[in-house]
């Protein structure tokens, strides 16, 4: 799977967007973008994932670059429980190879 | 149903104790798995299973056994530890380990090893 890179920490405003950037310019064609985030002493929760396309759900939004080579999540307006350490993970689009590779993760704190 | 089950929460064993940690789901998922987690360090997987067949052993040290005896049910025996194997153990599903099919993960067992 191909690695990413993560700012270690971020600080964002209770009520502001937090733009969460991942790193992956060694990404493969068929390999996805998966964003998870793990609030402290729970499991990693899934928050949003991706191809090419840029992606909305109720949690958040996905943008990947055109060339794919990076993307960036957004919470459009943080809260406090949103405080948590948020992993951006490539994953190869191919059965049989199921693994789900954790990088180091950026600690995000919402600040009140 | 969407959750993952794990049981027990917390677990303190000596180095000479064999004991067992269960995870279960009723989502229907055919796709199981073990990540082992150290403090401030991020999940590190250990185990794959699929439709109850192991699939991927990422250099496990054999102290660590996975057992997956139906598609609901995923246990790791745990014989001999060591003090450094003591971590969070999290157990997750996907409906069928395909890659576009997001992983529900468990709260975790924390293993403290004495």
């Known amino acids: 799977d191909a690695k990413t890179t993560q700012p270690t920490s971020m600080d964002c405003a209770e009520g502001r967007a937090a733009n969460l950037p991942c790193n992956h310019s060694?990404?493969?064609?068929?390999?996805?973008v998966y964003w998870y985030r793990q609030i402290h002493s729970q499991g990693p929760q899934y928050i949003i994932h991706g191809l090419k396309n840029n992606e909305t759900n109720e949690m958040a939004s996905l943008i990947i670059t055109e060339d794919r080579k990076s993307s960036t999540l957004i919470l459009p307006h943080a809260t406090l429980r949103d405080t948590a350490v948020y992993y951006c993970?490539?994953?190869?689009?191919?059965?049989?190879?199921?693994?789900?590779?954790f990088g180091t993760g950026t600690r995000l704190t919402i600040i009140p | 149903d969407t959750e993952v089950t794990q049981t027990p929460k917390h677990l303190v064993m000596g180095m000479t104790n064999k004991k067992s940690l269960k995870c279960e789901q009723h989502m229907g998922h055919r796709a199981m798995y073990w990540y082992k987690q150290k403090a401030k360090k991020p999940p590190e997987l250990m185990f794959v299973y699929s439709y109850e067949k192991l699939s991927i052993n990422e250099s496990v040290p054999s102290r660590f056994s996975p057992e997956c005896p139906n598609s609901s049910l995923l246990n790791l025996h745990l014989h001999a530890l060591q003090p450094e194997d003591s971590a969070l153990y999290l157990c997750?599903?996907?409906?069928?380990?395909?890659?576009?099919?997001?992983?529900?993960f468990g709260s975790g067992t924390q293993l403290s090893v004495l």
């Open positions: 997750a599903s996907s409906r069928q380990g395909g890659p576009n099919e997001k992983l529900f």
């Open positions: 060694t990404i493969s064609g068929n390999e996805y």
């Open positions: 993970i490539v994953r190869v689009a191919n059965f049989g190879n199921e693994k789900l590779t």
